[in-house]
């Protein structure tokens, strides 16, 4: 009788008896036997590998990510830090209202220059039709002479960042005068 522990597998002595000549149908079916066991080891371990290669590209790729984002950041600060060095030079400055306001101008100018380079761009609004997606109405005043709703004043600048919105406009928009119920509207009501 053939007996096996639990988890282990036959080998020829325990298939054949003890001392006893394994049959030729016998050693066909433990070849094939030892054939799978090593493939089955063989799989297990490119298993094995396959995993730790992807855990070591995973912990790469994001060992490299965070060194581009800290390289993006530190070209980032260093331009800010150049403004804050214009800015420290004009306050630091003896100088009258008109070299104060051209040292400023100086300072926008590389600011300007500095979003640009980051892929920051202004909303354009002052004069253009009111686009409730990247311009927010603070004040709303009637114009009979308003053909549709217009961007009278820009209160804050709004900026995108690679097409994505940042954050809108704010504005006065100006809208045409709206009949008064009494008063019939284009439609004759």
């Known amino acids: 009788m053939i007996e096996q522990d639990r988890g282990q597998t036959p080998d020829s002595a325990t298939l054949t008896g003890a001392?006893?000549?394994?049959?030729?149908?016998a050693e066909s079916l433990l070849a094939e036997l030892e054939a799978?066991?090593?493939?089955?080891?063989?799989?297990?371990?490119?298993?094995?590998?396959?995993?730790?290669d992807h855990e070591n590209y995973r912990r790469r790729m994001d060992r490299d990510l965070a060194a581009?984002?800290?390289?993006?950041?530190?070209?980032?600060?260093?331009?800010?830090?150049?403004?804050?060095?214009?800015?420290?030079?004009?306050?630091?400055?003896?100088?009258?209202?008109?070299?104060?306001?051209?040292?400023?101008?100086?300072?926008?100018?590389q600011l300007a220059a500095l979003l640009d380079?980051?892929?920051?761009?202004?909303?354009?609004a002052q004069g253009l039709p009111f686009d409730p997606t990247v311009h927010e109405a603070?004040?709303?005043?009637?114009d009979p002479s308003a053909g549709q709703e217009v961007v009278r004043e820009e209160l804050r600048r709004g900026y995108c960042w690679c097409g994505e919105l940042l954050r809108p406009a704010r504005v006065r928009v100006a809208r045409p005068a709206h009949p008064r119920r009494d008063e019939p509207g284009p439609l004759g009501r």
């Open 19 to 25: 001392g006893a000549t394994p049959s030729p149908g």
């Open 36 to 52: 799978a066991r090593r493939e089955a080891r063989e799989s297990e371990d490119r298993f094995l590998r396959a995993v730790a």
């Open 68 to 109: 581009h984002i800290r390289r993006g950041k530190g070209e980032l600060l260093r331009g800010i830090l150049d403004l804050a060095d214009g800015l420290e030079l004009a306050a630091r400055s003896p100088t009258d209202g008109a070299g104060l306001r051209l040292g400023l101008e100086v300072i926008q100018r």
């Open 117 to 124: 380079k980051e892929g920051v761009s202004v909303i354009a």
């Open 138 to 142: 603070l004040l709303v005043e009637e």
